[in-house]
């Protein structure tokens, strides 16, 4: 994959790397959701902020218009809310013998919000213009694996690639063939077990043929397949969904209405819920965080749940800066940092100490894949470091964007090092995330940076084929372990789930071995609500889930 995944709107988390399938274990942070029941129909507000585009859903990688495109589109396969585990939505089956030839059939009689049936081509012509550079659909990567998808992508260089014979070779990618209104084919470039987990993701929604006739007027009114439709979209105030009448699928909601009020401010929503003048917020401020005053402003209206995201400290590749090319160093710098207390100084534990790379709320997941590496050891952390020979530059670095939250904790880290190893360590920040990003893929950026990652689907397999594996879009250490990315392809082309869950803890194992980046802390999502609803529930993805919310 390229790019970022879907980014977070939290400033806390919207920095990273985000760069944004089934699922298991789930939450470990207490109160998940409100009182289930509720009446039916009525209508509620909910927190929202203003879209980066226009609701096309492979052009939208953010929250705020992601959260917007979930609601009102559906896919393939809907994430269950409690697991994450994948559930058919518009697939009636989704089969495969061999991990790269897939057999789609689709539910007959669903229907997108224009009234037409959603029929095999509105997958294929979808994913076609998703795929094709020209369009320049940000989620548009997500098709590689689909053969085909390289003539599909500009050739040319400068500031516009795909001018003059720069141009892709096709608009159409040879691994998709709608063989009837209800079936579709996928061929793979190679094996893609988790395929079918995938398909839940936004990027993959179905688009009606009107889109095709005006994609722009499409964008700011989009016609939708899912429970809820657009009605309104007040540029800077609101968007507004109310239930879809002919909606006939598994995940329709409770409420007839949706407003998303849009704020630029998290704690201004987060007194209009003290004050019952706006429903949910889906996240609370830092300042009501402190000292868990949101629970006494907030009393049984209130909920926290572990989310897909981990947050990661990276090490500069070796030819960038060899003063970390040493994996023993790099274990060293780990071990030396205190994740409990900055944990509870600076986030007040609403972060869990990470103890892999993989976040505990998918299928897969395997508790102390770091091992003692991962464990605050401040005498080991140095004994180790002299057997490296020592730090060999004069200070040790961890840059950050600093248009977000995070100076308070790379510079606590930096001192929980600083103390462990006697080696000056230097919190740095970087004017902006784009200019930190760029650093980063230009491969200037020396030393450690942050780097975090939010889940696209809930796999196993996502939290690293994109960031580990040689040459992946994401991986911005150029960690390479030949080891590695052959346990990656063996599970990929497993045909058993527990076989291929066993492959790619292998592969995480061996991070531990190399230590390319340094796992710090998953993700938790914290949301709050009015007097007026119940069955306020917190996804895997740390999003609303809009099935179960209900007035009382």
């Not at 590689?144 to 003539?151: K, L, N, Q, T």
């Not at 907030?298 to 040493?326: C, H, M, S, W």
């Amino acid at each position: 994959m390229r790019g970022t995944a879907r980014t977070v709107a939290v400033a806390a988390m919207s920095a990273v790397a985000l760069l944004a399938a089934g699922c298991g274990s789930g939450d470990s942070s207490g109160d998940q959701s409100s009182a289930a029941g509720g009446k039916t129909g009525g209508e509620i507000t909910v927190r929202g902020c203003n879209p980066q585009n226009p609701l096309v859903p492979s052009n939208t990688t953010e929250t705020c218009g992601g959260n917007v495109i979930d609601a009102i589109f559906s896919k393939l396969v809907h994430y269950n809310a409690e697991t994450a585990k994948p559930e058919n939505d518009l697939a009636e089956s989704i089969d495969t013998t061999d991990n790269q030839n897939f057999t789609v059939k689709l539910k007959q009689g669903r229907k997108f919000h224009d009234g037409t049936e959603i029929k095999a081509k509105n997958f294929v012509d979808a994913w076609n213009y998703a795929a094709y550079a020209p369009n320049g659909q940000s989620s548009g990567y997500f098709m590689e694996p689909i053969e085909g998808y390289g003539d599909l992508q500009c050739t040319g260089a400068g500031d516009d690639p795909c001018a003059g014979d720069g141009k892709a070779k096709s608009d159409k990618l040879t691994g998709l063939v709608a063989v009837d209104d209800y079936t579709f084919t996928i061929k793979t470039t190679e094996k893609v077990s988790n395929l079918p987990v995938r398909l839940g993701y936004s990027a993959f929604a179905p688009l009606p043929d009107a889109f095709f006739s005006d994609p722009k007027a499409f964008g700011d009114k989009p016609i939708g397949s899912g429970p809820y439709k657009l009605d309104a979209w007040n540029k800077e105030q609101s968007i507004v969904l109310s239930k879809f009448a002919d909606y006939t699928g598994d995940f329709g909601g409770k409420v007839d209405k949706i407003t998303f009020k849009i704020y630029t401010e998290s704690d201004s929503a987060y007194n209009d819920v003290i004050g019952n003048n706006l429903d949910i917020t889906d996240e609370i401020p830092t300042s009501a965080l402190i000292d868990d005053k949101y629970k006494s402003d907030l009393p049984d209206r209130n909920a926290q749940k572990e989310t897909g995201v981990i947050q990661t400290v990276t090490f500069a590749p070796t030819k960038v800066d060899p003063n970390y090319a040493d994996p023993k160093i790099r274990q060293a710098i780990s071990m030396a940092i205190d994740r409990d207390t900055i944990i509870k100084q600076i986030f007040n534990n609403t972060r869990v100490p990470a103890t892999g790379w993989v976040s505990p709320v998918v299928d897969g997941y395997k508790a102390d894949q770091c091992g003692e590496y991962c464990t605050y050891d401040p005498a080991k952390a140095k004994a180790l470091l002299q057997e490296a020979g020592g730090f060999k530059g004069d200070k040790i670095t961890l840059s950050y964007n600093a248009d977000a939250a995070h100076k308070d904790w790379t510079e606590a880290t930096c001192n929980s090092i600083k103390q462990a190893l006697g080696v000056d360590c230097v919190a740095t920040g970087v004017v902006d995330f784009a200019t930190f990003r760029t650093e980063i893929t230009e491969r200037k950026m020396k030393g450690m940076f942050r780097t975090g990652w939010q889940m696209d689907y809930p796999s196993i397999e996502n939290f690293l084929a994109p960031i580990f594996k040689t040459g992946a879009s994401s991986n911005d250490g150029d960690y390479s372990n030949p080891e590695f990315d052959k346990l990656l392809t063996d599970a990929a082309a497993s045909t058993d789930e527990a076989e291929a869950n066993g492959l790619y803890q292998q592969a995480e194992a061996l991070l531990a071995q190399d230590m390319p980046a340094i796992p710090m802390w998953y993700g938790k999502t914290t949301m709050g609500w009015s007097d007026k609803v119940t069955g306020v529930k917190i996804t895997a993805f740390g999003t609303i889930d809009f099935s179960s919310v209900a007035l009382k």
